[in-house]
């Protein structure tokens, strides 16, 4: 029997992290790493396992001293938290073992700090690390030859987890994408043939998540639809499942754009009482997508904005992905991400600077071109040399897109461009079903109204600025006015939360902060 500690690093302040607003929502962290529960799960019972989330508690250093073995997983942002992590863990001679995304495509970052690394998925070589190190054989490294069968993945130890520090659960349904974006790591560390977990497996999953106190969860498969023959018969059963138990779940996903070019598709996700779906949007230059080989966001049938604005119209909000610095960006690519965003009404955008991670296409292309940053970190927040700009101006651009998308006025009104203006109905499925079950219906709507009452009482107490108070009152007014629901209010509540996490976000970046991007 060993005793393991398996510790995810904090994460830096990000745009989806929500670290500066996280205590308006009673939670220390967004949503746990869906690896750290699941690893347990995979581990023989015969095995004691601790988690650390240092996102939510300090690393117990004494406790890892004492343990067998200590494992380390994380991202590309956590790397530089990995190193310290593993050098402390050095110094009291722990035996550590790395796995995750960022050892996966940088397998020599590391050095001598890891006694053992996985790279990929580890279903299959975890339990068979174990085997090895209890018999004093383990390898120094380990991958796994084939993919990982998804329906036999075990229902992740959320039981081991902190769950009441979370904002929201975090869920898997699939792994894999069947495109070949140049920029991607996704298609390096789980392949282009999206594998599916049983619908068994899932509504168990589900229904760990809602034992553990959770009733919101990210789908956090990278693309949800990547096979949507076989995920439309999971969602099915899933609809069923919530119908059955009165829809006590709230899920948001991510998905591709061609989501919109299937009604059916759709329909299931409004049914499933999908709120949100993230999609990878990157950019309007059509030949940057071409460059970048998104092929999927340029076919016929809908321009990108007709379908995102199909996906609104059904009832779900649209966040996105967009990349500024592809070789055929020049300055105007700044004005055109400014106007296709409010065009889109889409409120929550993640803009980043395009970033080179080993091993993917891209990354390989300009290591040849020689335009790649060896800094770590890299100057300028990354580690691609642009084509037709400078990295200044790169760097500035982005900076001010960020600024400009994120002032008060722009943000909102797109925001009510969407939920006033085009009266989008976010869970309308849920809510017909409950229509049926009034003592439900009432009690839902209670918890929306208290939620967005303590989220706006606790703005006004933590916003230091008045004049963001001020806006963020009369916003909030106006859809009394407008739309009053407790769903509307309590979306409301949770954008202005949201919006001051990117304002403090933005201000420091140009107050001569640490740029936030993928590097």
């Not at 830096?12 to 790493?33: C, D, I, Q, R």
């Not at 509540?493 to 996490?501: R, S």
């Amino acid at each position: 029997m060993a005793h393991i500690v398996i510790i995810n690093p904090r994460f830096e302040t990000s745009y989806w992290g929500l670290e500066h607003v996280l205590p308006l929502f009673g939670a220390k962290a967004n949503l746990p790493v869906a690896c750290l529960p699941l690893l347990a799960a995979l581990t023989p019972a015969e095995h004691v396992v601790t988690l650390i989330d240092e996102n939510v508690e300090p690393i117990d250093y004494e406790l890892c001293a004492r343990a067998d073995i200590v494992g380390l997983t994380g991202m590309i942002v956590q790397r530089f938290r990995m190193k310290e992590i593993l050098r402390e863990l050095r110094q009291r001679n722990c035996f550590t073992v790395v796995g995750g995304p960022w050892v996966t495509v940088e397998e020599n970052y590391f050095e001598k700090l890891a006694d053992v690394i996985f790279i990929g998925e580890a279903e299959e070589t975890w339990p068979r690390f174990l085997v090895e190190w209890q018999e004093g054989r383990q390898a120094r490294r380990y991958e796994q030859i084939d993919r990982t069968d998804m329906s036999a993945v075990p229902i992740p130890r959320f039981d081991l987890l902190k769950m009441d520090d979370y904002a929201v659960g975090s869920i898997q349904f699939s792994r894999g994408c069947p495109f070949t974006c140049e920029f991607c790591d996704i298609i390096v560390v789980f392949g282009r043939r999206p594998r599916i977990k049983t619908s068994a497996q899932i509504i168990a999953e589900i229904e760990a998540l809602l034992a553990a106190g959770m009733d919101t969860a990210f789908i956090v498969d990278d693309n949800l639809i990547g096979n949507k023959k076989a995920i439309k018969e999971v969602l099915q059963d899933v609809v069923a499942w919530q119908e059955r138990h009165h829809y006590p779940m709230t899920f948001l996903t991510e998905a591709s754009i061609d989501l919109a070019d299937d009604p059916e598709l759709v329909q299931l996700m409004i049914d499933v009482n999908v709120r949100v779906v993230f999609i990878g949007i990157e950019t309007p230059n059509e030949a940057a997508l071409k460059e970048t080989k998104k092929l999927q966001n340029m076919r016929k049938g809908a321009s990108m904005l007709e379908k995102v604005h199909r996906i609104q119209d059904a009832g779900i909000e649209v966040w996105c992905g967009m990349i500024l610095g592809f070789d055929s960006d020049d300055m105007s690519i700044f004005d055109a991400q400014r106007a296709f965003i409010k065009d889109a009404r889409i409120v929550n955008a993640m803009v980043g600077m395009l970033a080179a991670i080993p091993k993917t296409p891209l990354y390989t292309r300009l290591e040849k071109e020689g335009r790649l940053d060896r800094d770590d970190p890299p100057a300028f927040g990354t580690n691609v040399i642009p084509l037709r700009l400078s990295r200044e101006r790169l760097r500035d651009g982005y900076i001010d897109v960020l600024s400009d998308l994120h002032g008060p006025a722009a943000y909102f009104d797109r925001l009510d461009a969407l939920y006033l203006d085009a009266r989008i109905q976010p869970e309308r499925t849920r809510l017909r079903h409950l229509r049926h079950h009034p003592i439900r219906l009432l009690a839902l709507n209670a918890s929306w109204a208290a939620e967005a009452l303590g989220i706006f009482l606790r703005l006004m107490r933590t916003v230091d600025d008045a004049d963001l108070r001020r806006i963020y009152r009369r916003r909030l007014s106006k859809v009394l006015r407008r739309r009053c629901s407790p769903l509307m209010l309590q979306i409301y509540a949770i954008k202005c939360a949201m919006h001051y996490h990117s304002h403090l976000m933005v201000r420091q970046m140009k107050t001569g902060g640490q740029i936030v991007n993928s590097f």
